[in-house]
């Protein structure tokens, strides 16, 4: 830097700010006034933003300057230049340049020769509008610098005095408090979406059941954690000949998903780079990578991608994760990667969680194909055997009883050491025959598929009332005149199984049974005043699990309460498919 007039704290000069005259009490009256001016702008706490666009005009105010300048810097990179006066957007960038080298070095300049350049620049100070610049960094209590400060030209046309280097060192003070403040509410305010969006990333891993959406909801939440202006995802499928791509239905992009179906084999792109290889990609120069998407190297808006395999617990790639940043984006760093990675992770577990939870609901459907199939083979075979009860052995007792009816007429009365016995084998004839039948509408009531639930609910509440001594109401209101077999088979087991243990176990004297449509579904009530059961501690026979696997077959729901000595409520309902 050539020329005395550029000067740092460290060099000394005639009007070294060390030794300040005292202001006039006009001049005392303005620094009183601009410091109270920045004051109340800090005092406000406002954010960041905020901060740094109000500064400057307050800055130009306080120092009477003809342009003012603020930027903030964050790990001495210099951020959005904030401006108050004119300045041409060709020195903008190199005004930027200055701030950044200010901030870098912590030092202050002054620069009024028209021969010296600005710091950090090859720009003379005549290759600019400006006579005399100040340039002041903001310190952070720890030494480094938060922002920096630029103001040029007074009004007066006068260069700038020592008072005026001290006044803007004394606002650097002050501001330096808010821009600690802000930044630090920006941080904590950041770590809150960052908490928010692993919270809703969490959630999100935890709610979908199918692989597709669910790696594509992760790329949603990864893009605005890792501050991505795009991606995509792909889940591995392997077609009938054995042969696996990834393939992916969508691109997000600037909030939004676009239908875009894309399929890559191992090699081909970016996913297939991954899924050959298993390990993340980073590009910082997207157009001129051989790997890229041609169709967004064209479009230019992509310069930087990651991408990352999903790997699940046994190192095989099953998807995988993309995402773009654009040119005003910084790359992707490894660190990301590994961030980006522990999210896959975290989505393989999902997504293995979930091929299991759809296996076991596969396996449990054909358990359930198994049980109805055998429920529906036991009723033809109870149906058959009850047919053969009633018409073959029924009948052959029949004909025996009328056989013996004729013997026993053909027989004096005068023999009646050979007429008794006949009769008494007549009567016991009679009585097989009666058991007979009894057993066969039990199998199978003939009742159930010649008139319908109804008559067969009739029946057998009927009979149970003769053989138990309890008082069962049967109210079918509600009930239409005939339903599925299927349906109607499943509500007369049911409740005659449950009326069964009511006579067996529960001492009960009154017994409800409702049976009715509501709602596209049939609905079972069955109430008892017995003596009640735990139904948590106590195991549950053979009886009620046969219940819930019926009801559990045609996708019904069974609820059972009860306690002890209060009685007992059973509650079924069967969905009409």
């Keep these: 830097m050539s020329g005395t007039s550029a000067r740092r704290p460290d060099e000394s000069s005639p009007d070294d700010v060390r030794s300040i005259s005292p202001p006039s009490a006009e001049r005392s009256g303005q620094l009183l006034e601009a410091l109270h001016s920045v004051a109340h702008l800090v005092a406000r706490e406002p954010d960041s933003d905020t901060l740094f666009r109000e500064l400057a005009p307050v800055l130009a105010g306080a120092m009477r300057a003809s342009v003012a300048a603020v930027a903030p810097l964050v790990e001495n990179t210099i951020g959005e ?236 790639v099953i998807g995988f994760f993309e995402l773009h940043r654009g040119p005003d984006r910084a790359p992707f760093t490894w660190n990301e990667a590994g961030f980006l990675e522990s999210l896959a992770d975290m989505t393989a577990m999902a997504i293995e969680n979930s091929r299991l939870m759809t296996e076991l609901a596969l396996k449990n459907y054909e358990i359930r194909q198994l049980f109805a199939r055998h429920a529906e083979r036991l009723e033809e075979e109870r149906q058959h055997i009850a047919r053969e009860l009633h018409d073959e052995a029924g009948q052959a007792l029949v004909g025996v009883k009328l056989s013996l009816q004729a013997l026993s007429r053909a027989i004096p009365d005068g023999l009646p050491t050979v007429k008794t016995p006949l009769d008494e084998l007549r009567l016991q004839v009679n009585q097989a025959t009666a058991r007979l039948r009894q057993l066969a509408r039990r199998l199978r009531p003939p009742a159930l598929d010649q008139h319908g639930l109804t008559v067969a609910l009739s029946q057998l509440t009927h009979e149970l009332e003769e053989r138990s001594g309890m008082s069962i109401t049967l109210d079918t209101a509600w009930l239409p005149e005939r339903r599925s077999p299927v349906l109607e088979t499943a509500l007369f087991r049911i409740t005659q199984e449950a009326l069964t243990n009511v006579a067996a176990h529960a001492r009960a004297s009154q017994v409800m049974v409702q049976i009715g449509e509501c709602e596209r579904a049939m609905w079972l009530h069955i109430t008892d005043d017995g003596c009640g059961f735990d139904t948590q501690q106590q195991s549950h026979g053979l009886g009620l699990r046969g219940i819930a696997e019926r009801v559990h077959v045609l996708g019904g729901e069974l609820r059972l309460d009860s306690t002890n000595e209060r009685g007992t409520r059973l509650l079924v309902r069967l969905p009409i498919s």
Excluded: C
């Design 81 to 316: 230049l904030v401006l108050a006066g004119e300045v041409p957007a060709e020195l903008q960038p190199v005004l930027a340049r200055s701030l950044a080298w200010v901030g870098q070095r912590r030092q202050r300049m002054i620069v009024s020769d028209p021969s010296d350049v600005l710091p950090g620049t090859q720009t003379a100070l005549r290759d600019t509008p400006w006579q005399d610049v100040l340039l002041v960094p903001v310190l952070h209590h720890a030494g480094h610098a938060t922002a920096a400060l630029f103001v040029a030209d007074r009004h007066d046309g006068d260069p700038f005095q020592p008072t005026d280097v001290r006044l803007l060192e004394t606002i650097a003070e002050q501001v330096v408090v808010g821009v600690d403040r802000a930044q630090l509410f920006g941080r904590l305010d950041e770590w809150s979406r960052t908490l928010e969006a692993l919270l809703t990333f969490s959630a999100s891993v935890h709610r979908h059941a199918e692989a597709e959406p669910l790696v594509n909801d992760v790329v949603e939440h990864a893009a605005r954690f890792l501050k991505a202006d795009g991606g995509r995802a792909g889940i591995v499928h392997t077609d009938a000949n054995g042969s696996s791509a990834l393939v992916s239905t969508g691109y997000w992009q600037s909030g939004a998903w676009y239908r875009e179906p894309r399929r890559w084999r191992v090699g081909e792109g970016i996913a297939g780079r991954v899924f050959e290889h298993e390990f993340p990609y980073l590009t910082a120069d997207y157009a001129s990578d051989p790997l890229g998407d041609p169709a967004l190297q064209a479009h230019g808006t992509v310069h930087h991608a990651l991408a990352i395999p999903i790997k699940d617990t046994g190192h095989a």
